[in-house]
C-alpha cells in the first residue's frame, strides 16, 4: 500500500498497525529486513498483475 493508502486506512480503522512496503536499503538483521523477508516468503505464489507489482515495489 502507498503511504496515501495506508493513512486513508488508518483513519478508517483507528489503533492500525498498518505500515507501507518497505523499499529502501535496509540493514541485514533488522526489523525493516524482517518484515520484507516475511512479505517476500508469505506471496510467493502472487502471480497476477497486481501481486507482481507489489513484489516489485517490496524488492522481493
Known amino acids: 500500500m ?10 478508517e480503522n483507528p ?3 498498518l505500515k ?3 523499499t ?6 533488522s526489523k525493516a ?3 520484507r523477508k516475511s512479505f517476500c516468503a ?3 505464489g502472487w502471480t497476477g498483475e497486481r501481486g507482481k507489482a ?7
Open 42 to 44: 508469505r506471496s510467493k
Open 2 to 11: 502507498t503511504s496515501k493508502g495506508v493513512a486513508q486506512y488508518k483513519k
Open 33 to 35: 529486513a524482517k518484515r
Open 20 to 22: 507501507t512496503a518497505v
Open 54 to 60: 507489489a513484489r516489485r515495489r517490496w524488492k522481493c
Open 15 to 17: 489503533g492500525s498497525k
Open 24 to 29: 529502501g536499503k535496509v540493514k541485514a538483521g
